[in-house]
């Protein structure tokens, strides 16, 4: 069985979100999600139903493109990377741990990585879903809190990485980590970004605008954050720098 990406490797490129943001990368997109948000902007990613289209490649094709990109930072993204085949996702991470590469893996964390995948990947970058996406989000959260239990039986890090697109969003988020106490434990970065799809109309005033909300209301909760130090607001930079232009 072959693993099934939307492309081959993209890049060298930038990670534009998150804790690793400006970090140069590769980026290899998988085919097919567990979920549909109503905001996605991936929807080539996601399925027949969403027009989207795939190849089938096997994961040391895969690295022969990374190694021939020579970039030693790699993201894994989707859809959602770990509904692949399991048994070949895993002998694919463990090839890109054997190569020496830095592996950042993007998930809304829904589904709970197998065998030795947990323990080969540098940075989990988890996005559970909000209000906004349309999705249960209650499900995803149990699913999310395994990885925080687990993580410290890695070497890795991980993120908790939020799109959000209005004030109930940011309103759930504090609600969630009010009766979440293993974020607060292991002081998981946090970070809050605005949904970014209304730059597909280069309206980067609108942009800046929501960015400048979001700002505001972690500025006037300060007392709540302080129990999340790690709390961070950023942009899409990718989205900043190319817009449209698709370059992640
Ligand atoms: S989880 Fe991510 S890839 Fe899947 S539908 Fe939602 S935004 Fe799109």
């Known amino acids: 069985m072959k693993l099934e990406a939307t492309e081959g490797v993209f890049g060298p490129t930038i990670q534009g979100e998150g804790m690793n943001i400006g970090m140069p990368v590769s980026f290899v997109r998988f085919y097919g999600c567990d979920f549909r948000c109503s905001w996605c902007d991936t929807p080539f990613a996601l399925g027949k ?5 795939f190849i089938e490649i096997t994961g040391e094709e895969i690295v022969d493109q990374l190694d021939a990109i020579d970039c030693p930072n790699v993201v894994l993204s989707g859809g959602n990377p770990l509904i692949q085949p399991r048994k070949e996702f895993e002998l694919f991470v463990e090839l890109l ?23 080969n990947v540098d940075c989990w970058s988890l ?22 239990e687990n993580i410290v039986d890695t070497s890795a890090t991980i993120q908790l990485k939020f799109v959000v697109s209005n004030d109930e969003d940011y309103n759930y988020i504090k609600q969630r980590l009010s009766t979440d106490i293993v974020v ?15 730059l597909e109309t280069f309206d980067f005033t609108n942009y800046r605008s929501s960015l400048n909300h979001l700002c505001d209301l972690v500025n006037s909760d300060t007392s709540f954050w302080a129990d999340y130090k790690t709390i961070r607001v950023l942009p899409q930079l990718h989205k900043v720098i190319w817009g449209v232009e698709r370059k992640r």
């Open 184 to 198: 607060k434990r292991f002081l998981t970065p946090i970070i809050l970004q605005p949904e970014g799809l209304q």
């Open 49 to 53: 139903d969403k027009g989207g289209t």
């Open 97 to 119: 741990r054997d190569k020496g590469y830095y592996v950042q893996v993007e998930t809304q964390g829904s589904v709970r990585p197998v065998g030795t995948v947990f323990y």
């Open 127 to 148: 996005s559970p879903k909000l209000p906004s996406a349309g999705k249960m989000e209650s499900e995803n959260w149990k699913a999310v809190n395994w990885f925080l």
